[in-house]
Protein backbone atom coordinates (compact mmCIF):
# COMPACT_ATOMS: atom_id res chain seq x y z
CA UNK A 1 0.00 0.00 0.00
CA UNK A 2 1.12 3.29 -0.90
CA UNK A 3 1.57 6.00 1.84
CA UNK A 4 -0.25 9.57 0.76
CA UNK A 5 0.30 12.91 2.16
CA UNK A 6 -2.10 15.65 1.12
CA UNK A 7 -2.21 19.26 0.65
CA UNK A 8 -4.46 19.99 3.44
CA UNK A 9 -1.89 18.18 5.75
CA UNK A 10 -3.44 15.17 6.36
CA UNK A 11 -2.01 11.46 5.80
CA UNK A 12 1.44 10.51 5.92
CA UNK A 13 4.16 12.25 7.39
CA UNK A 14 5.46 13.72 4.25
CA UNK A 15 9.33 13.76 4.50
CA UNK A 16 8.96 10.29 5.35
CA UNK A 17 10.94 7.85 2.75
CA UNK A 18 8.26 6.52 -0.43
CA UNK A 19 5.53 8.77 0.47
CA UNK A 20 3.40 10.43 -2.37
CA UNK A 21 2.73 13.50 -2.08
CA UNK A 22 -1.16 15.15 -3.76
CA UNK A 23 -2.20 18.51 -4.41
CA UNK A 24 -5.54 18.13 -3.52
CA UNK A 25 -7.12 17.85 -0.28
CA UNK A 26 -7.94 14.68 1.26
CA UNK A 27 -11.58 12.88 0.85
CA UNK A 28 -12.68 13.56 4.05
CA UNK A 29 -11.84 17.19 4.32
CA UNK A 30 -13.30 17.10 0.87
CA UNK A 31 -16.24 16.25 1.90
CA UNK A 32 -16.10 18.50 5.12
CA UNK A 33 -16.30 21.05 2.48
CA UNK A 34 -18.93 19.94 0.57
CA UNK A 35 -21.49 19.66 3.06
CA UNK A 36 -20.02 22.84 5.43
CA UNK A 37 -18.62 21.55 8.10
CA UNK A 38 -15.46 21.44 10.04
CA UNK A 39 -13.26 19.07 11.58
CA UNK A 40 -13.93 20.32 14.54
CA UNK A 41 -17.59 19.88 14.64
CA UNK A 42 -16.54 16.04 13.49
CA UNK A 43 -13.95 15.99 16.99
CA UNK A 44 -16.66 16.99 19.30
CA UNK A 45 -19.12 14.34 18.04
CA UNK A 46 -17.35 11.40 18.02
CA UNK A 47 -16.36 9.62 21.30
CA UNK A 48 -13.47 10.69 23.19
CA UNK A 49 -11.09 7.78 22.45
CA UNK A 50 -11.55 8.06 18.90
CA UNK A 51 -10.86 11.95 18.54
CA UNK A 52 -7.00 11.61 18.23
CA UNK A 53 -7.32 9.02 15.38
CA UNK A 54 -10.44 11.44 13.64
CA UNK A 55 -7.94 14.34 13.64
CA UNK A 56 -5.53 12.87 10.85
CA UNK A 57 -8.65 10.49 9.22
CA UNK A 58 -8.33 11.14 5.57
CA UNK A 59 -11.19 8.15 4.40
CA UNK A 60 -14.77 9.34 4.48
CA UNK A 61 -15.75 5.36 4.95
CA UNK A 62 -13.93 5.20 8.41
CA UNK A 63 -16.08 3.84 10.95
CA UNK A 64 -15.85 5.14 14.59
CA UNK A 65 -18.57 5.80 17.08
CA UNK A 66 -20.56 8.45 17.95
CA UNK A 67 -22.07 10.86 20.23
CA UNK A 68 -25.40 11.74 20.29
CA UNK A 69 -26.39 15.52 20.08
CA UNK A 70 -29.32 14.61 21.93
CA UNK A 71 -27.92 12.67 24.36
CA UNK A 72 -28.78 9.45 23.47
CA UNK A 73 -26.94 6.16 23.48
CA UNK A 74 -23.52 6.08 21.14
CA UNK A 75 -23.86 4.27 18.02
CA UNK A 76 -21.28 2.99 15.29
CA UNK A 77 -21.08 4.85 12.23
CA UNK A 78 -18.94 6.21 8.70
CA UNK A 79 -17.49 9.60 8.58
CA UNK A 80 -19.74 9.93 5.73
CA UNK A 81 -22.67 8.87 7.45
CA UNK A 82 -22.35 11.26 10.06
CA UNK A 83 -21.88 13.69 7.39
CA UNK A 84 -24.98 13.17 5.30
CA UNK A 85 -26.97 10.78 7.16
CA UNK A 86 -29.73 10.62 9.70
CA UNK A 87 -28.24 10.79 13.17
CA UNK A 88 -28.77 7.99 15.43
CA UNK A 89 -31.47 4.92 15.65
CA UNK A 90 -33.66 6.58 18.38
CA UNK A 91 -33.08 10.18 16.74
CA UNK A 92 -34.82 8.09 13.68
CA UNK A 93 -37.44 6.82 15.57
CA UNK A 94 -38.54 9.68 17.51
CA UNK A 95 -39.04 11.78 14.34
CA UNK A 96 -41.91 9.98 13.33
CA UNK A 97 -43.20 9.58 16.88
CA UNK A 98 -46.77 11.16 17.34
CA UNK A 99 -45.80 14.27 19.19
CA UNK A 100 -43.19 15.24 16.43
CA UNK A 101 -45.43 14.57 13.59
CA UNK A 102 -48.17 16.64 14.94
CA UNK A 103 -45.79 19.63 14.87
CA UNK A 104 -44.39 18.42 11.34
CA UNK A 105 -44.28 21.28 9.24
CA UNK A 106 -44.94 23.92 11.44
CA UNK A 107 -42.17 27.02 10.84
CA UNK A 108 -40.87 28.41 14.33
CA UNK A 109 -37.73 30.63 15.61
CA UNK A 110 -34.84 28.82 17.06
CA UNK A 111 -33.22 31.03 19.73
CA UNK A 112 -29.54 31.40 19.12
CA UNK A 113 -29.58 29.83 15.49
CA UNK A 114 -26.42 30.93 13.57
CA UNK A 115 -26.28 30.03 10.09
CA UNK A 116 -23.84 31.02 7.30
CA UNK A 117 -25.25 33.78 5.67
CA UNK A 118 -23.62 35.17 2.70
CA UNK A 119 -23.97 38.64 1.68
CA UNK A 120 -26.29 37.49 -1.75
CA UNK A 121 -28.67 35.61 0.85
CA UNK A 122 -29.42 38.53 2.72
CA UNK A 123 -30.15 40.70 -0.77
CA UNK A 124 -32.30 37.57 -1.66
CA UNK A 125 -34.38 38.24 1.17
CA UNK A 126 -34.06 42.19 0.98
CA UNK A 127 -35.65 41.72 -2.69
CA UNK A 128 -37.72 39.53 -1.55
CA UNK A 129 -39.09 41.57 1.35
CA UNK A 130 -39.89 44.55 -0.83
CA UNK A 131 -42.46 42.59 -3.27
CA UNK A 132 -43.97 40.38 -0.13
CA UNK A 133 -44.19 40.43 3.20
CA UNK A 134 -42.28 38.63 5.08
CA UNK A 135 -42.36 37.06 8.30
CA UNK A 136 -39.20 37.82 10.49
CA UNK A 137 -39.87 35.86 13.47
CA UNK A 138 -39.26 32.25 11.63
CA UNK A 139 -35.91 30.93 10.80
CA UNK A 140 -36.50 27.18 10.90
CA UNK A 141 -39.23 24.38 10.05
CA UNK A 142 -40.03 20.94 11.74
CA UNK A 143 -39.96 18.24 9.56
CA UNK A 144 -41.51 14.74 9.64
CA UNK A 145 -37.44 12.73 9.47
CA UNK A 146 -34.54 13.76 10.74
CA UNK A 147 -32.21 15.55 8.63
CA UNK A 148 -28.19 15.72 9.69
CA UNK A 149 -29.64 14.81 13.15
CA UNK A 150 -32.20 17.15 13.51
CA UNK A 151 -35.98 17.10 13.40
CA UNK A 152 -35.28 20.78 11.60
CA UNK A 153 -34.41 22.25 8.26
CA UNK A 154 -33.12 26.30 8.33
CA UNK A 155 -34.36 27.53 4.48
CA UNK A 156 -32.51 30.93 3.76
CA UNK A 157 -36.20 32.34 3.12
CA UNK A 158 -39.48 30.98 4.64
CA UNK A 159 -42.72 32.24 3.65
CA UNK A 160 -44.91 30.45 6.23
CA UNK A 161 -47.85 32.62 4.71
CA UNK A 162 -47.58 30.05 1.46
CA UNK A 163 -45.59 27.08 2.83
CA UNK A 164 -43.16 28.11 0.20
CA UNK A 165 -39.26 27.97 1.09
CA UNK A 166 -36.89 29.50 -0.77
CA UNK A 167 -33.12 28.94 -1.43
CA UNK A 168 -29.93 30.19 -2.94
CA UNK A 169 -27.48 27.74 -4.29
CA UNK A 170 -24.61 28.91 -6.40
CA UNK A 171 -20.91 27.05 -6.48
CA UNK A 172 -19.20 29.56 -3.98
CA UNK A 173 -15.13 30.38 -4.15
CA UNK A 174 -14.38 26.96 -4.29
CA UNK A 175 -16.55 26.30 -7.61
CA UNK A 176 -17.10 23.07 -6.03
CA UNK A 177 -20.71 24.33 -3.52
CA UNK A 178 -24.10 22.79 -3.60
CA UNK A 179 -22.68 20.01 -6.23
CA UNK A 180 -21.90 16.46 -5.87
CA UNK A 181 -23.32 15.08 -2.04
CA UNK A 182 -24.51 18.60 -1.37
CA UNK A 183 -26.36 18.69 -4.16
CA UNK A 184 -28.37 15.55 -2.77
CA UNK A 185 -28.39 16.85 0.70
CA UNK A 186 -30.08 19.43 -1.11
CA UNK A 187 -32.46 17.40 -2.85
CA UNK A 188 -32.82 15.62 0.38
CA UNK A 189 -34.02 18.43 2.06
CA UNK A 190 -36.36 19.59 -0.56
CA UNK A 191 -38.03 16.33 -0.28
CA UNK A 192 -38.65 16.23 3.48
CA UNK A 193 -40.61 19.93 3.13
CA UNK A 194 -42.90 18.57 0.46
CA UNK A 195 -43.33 15.24 3.49
CA UNK A 196 -45.00 18.11 5.18
CA UNK A 197 -46.99 20.25 2.62
CA UNK A 198 -44.36 22.84 1.48
CA UNK A 199 -42.64 23.48 -1.93
CA UNK A 200 -39.11 25.01 -2.13
CA UNK A 201 -37.98 27.32 -5.00
CA UNK A 202 -34.00 26.96 -5.78
CA UNK A 203 -32.36 29.92 -7.60
CA UNK A 204 -28.83 28.38 -9.21
CA UNK A 205 -26.61 31.08 -10.00
CA UNK A 206 -22.94 30.71 -11.03
CA UNK A 207 -23.43 28.04 -13.85
CA UNK A 208 -25.41 25.21 -11.77
CA UNK A 209 -27.68 23.31 -13.51
CA UNK A 210 -31.48 22.52 -12.12
CA UNK A 211 -32.45 20.29 -9.31
CA UNK A 212 -35.84 19.75 -7.99
CA UNK A 213 -39.03 20.86 -9.63
CA UNK A 214 -38.96 24.68 -8.72
CA UNK A 215 -35.42 25.81 -10.06
CA UNK A 216 -34.90 29.09 -11.38
CA UNK A 217 -31.28 29.20 -13.33
CA UNK A 218 -29.26 32.19 -13.54
CA UNK A 219 -26.44 33.55 -13.65
CA UNK A 220 -26.47 35.69 -10.54
CA UNK A 221 -28.95 37.11 -8.14
CA UNK A 222 -30.65 40.08 -10.05
CA UNK A 223 -33.86 41.83 -9.53
CA UNK A 224 -35.44 40.68 -11.98
CA UNK A 225 -34.84 37.06 -11.16
CA UNK A 226 -36.37 37.78 -7.47
CA UNK A 227 -39.87 38.85 -9.64
CA UNK A 228 -39.53 35.39 -11.14
CA UNK A 229 -39.83 34.24 -7.66
CA UNK A 230 -42.57 35.86 -6.93
CA UNK A 231 -44.12 34.57 -10.02
CA UNK A 232 -43.28 31.16 -9.18
CA UNK A 233 -45.16 31.29 -5.88
CA UNK A 234 -48.38 32.78 -7.99
CA UNK A 235 -48.31 29.34 -9.59
CA UNK A 236 -47.48 26.76 -6.75
CA UNK A 237 -50.17 28.69 -4.67
CA UNK A 238 -52.18 31.00 -6.82
CA UNK A 239 -52.73 34.88 -7.32
CA UNK A 240 -55.11 35.23 -4.73
CA UNK A 241 -52.15 33.49 -2.01
CA UNK A 242 -49.68 35.74 -3.08
CA UNK A 243 -52.12 38.88 -3.81
CA UNK A 244 -52.99 38.63 0.14
CA UNK A 245 -49.18 38.93 1.09
CA UNK A 246 -48.04 41.36 -2.36
CA UNK A 247 -46.58 44.46 -1.44
CA UNK A 248 -47.26 46.26 -4.40
CA UNK A 249 -43.55 46.55 -5.76
CA UNK A 250 -44.17 47.89 -9.51
CA UNK A 251 -41.99 45.61 -10.76
CA UNK A 252 -42.80 42.09 -9.47
CA UNK A 253 -46.54 43.12 -10.42
CA UNK A 254 -45.32 43.99 -14.03
CA UNK A 255 -43.94 40.78 -14.32
CA UNK A 256 -46.46 39.16 -13.35
CA UNK A 257 -49.07 40.51 -15.57
CA UNK A 258 -46.74 41.03 -18.39
CA UNK A 259 -46.28 36.83 -18.21
CA UNK A 260 -49.80 36.09 -17.74
CA UNK A 261 -50.99 38.15 -20.73
CA UNK A 262 -48.26 36.10 -22.61
CA UNK A 263 -49.05 32.91 -21.39
CA UNK A 264 -52.82 33.18 -21.80
CA UNK A 265 -52.93 34.93 -24.88
CA UNK A 266 -54.02 32.87 -28.25
CA UNK A 267 -51.49 31.28 -30.03
CA UNK A 268 -50.89 33.25 -33.82
CA UNK A 269 -52.93 31.31 -36.53
CA UNK A 270 -50.01 29.76 -39.09
CA UNK A 271 -49.96 31.42 -42.30
Not at 8 to 26: K, Q
Not at 146 to 153: A, S
Not at 203 to 219: D, F, N
Not at 238 to 266: C, K, Q, Y
Request: glycine content about 8%; some cysteine; proline content about 7%.
Amino acid sequence: MVAVTFRCGHGAEAGDPGVVALRRPCPLCMLLDETRRTRAELLRRVAPPHRSALARETRVGAAYEWQCPRGHDRYPATVREVLTGTGCAKCRASAVAPAALREAGVAFMKPGLHTRTSHTEQRLKTLLGERVRLNHRVNAIHIARTFYGRREVWPDVIVPQLRIAVEYDDPGRSRRAHQGLKEASDLDKDDALREVGWEVIRIRAGGLGPVGRHSIVCRRLAPAVVDEVVERMRRIRGDAAVDAIALGHPAASASARDHRETTDAPAAPPR
